[in-house]
Every structure is written in structure tokens, then in C-alpha cells.
């Protein structure tokens, strides 16, 4: 069984960093594809950023250049770096491990962005 416990989220000033991590339980971390979603209020849910078993990125356009996505398969942990922060970057995100057929989701973390 899946499990994904994200954390890192918080209250962060406009222009600062966060860094939001995700452990993952089970064997099947390292095949994977994983991946950062996220979802403000009033919003469906968007991909922030994927990273595959071989560890190619994709980002949404909204955040490539202050975005950073990496993963430790040593330790079954999903990362991603938040620079330049933006208010419009407040939601919550979510934690995605996707394998053909199935994906499974963490509980996310809450992260917002105001002065």
C-alpha cells in the first residue's frame, strides 16, 4: 500500500522560498513517475511539476525558472524547491505517484504566499 505524507508547506512572504518534501512508502518509489500539484480555492487541481524514473522534468509555465522538482530513490523522497515566491502561487499542493493505471495522492500541505 501507497502512502504519501507531504510537508514544508507554511506562511511565506512575497519573493521568499519554501521547500516542500513528500515521503513515500512501498517499493515502487524508484519506478515511478511523481510528480507537485497543486490547488487554490475556487480551482481545479493543476500540475506544478513531474519528474520521471529517469528523472526528466516537466514544469507548468507559471512556474518554470523559480520551481525546482528532484527526487532521492535512496530514500523514497519527493522534492521541490519554491523560489520567488508569488500570491498567486498560494494553494494547496499535493504529492502524486503515478503508475500505469493507477496514481495515488498525499493528504497536501497548505502553502501561502502574503505580506
Known amino acids: 500500500q501507497v502512502q504519501l505524507v507531504e510537508s514544508g508547506g507554511g506562511l511565506v512572504q512575497p519573493g521568499g522560498s519554501l521547500r516542500l518534501s513528500c515521503a513515500a512508502s512501498?517499493?515502487?518509489?524508484?519506478?515511478?513517475?511523481m510528480g507537485w500539484y497543486r490547488q487554490a480555492p475556487g480551482k481545479q487541481r493543476e500540475s506544478v511539476a513531474t519528474i520521471t524514473r529517469g528523472s526528466s522534468t516537466n514544469y507548468a509555465d507559471s512556474v518554470k525558472g523559480r520551481f525546482t522538482i528532484s527526487r532521492d530513490n535512496a530514500k523514497n523522497m519527493l522534492y521541490l524547491q519554491m523560489n520567488s515566491l508569488k500570491p498567486e502561487d498560494t494553494a494547496v499542493y499535493y504529492c502524486?505517484?503515478?503508475?500505469?493505471?493507477?496514481?495515488?495522492w498525499g493528504q497536501g500541505t497548505q502553502v501561502t504566499v502574503s505580506s
Open positions: 512501498g517499493s515502487l518509489f524508484s519506478i515511478s513517475t
Open positions: 502524486n505517484q503515478h503508475l500505469p493505471g493507477v496514481d495515488y
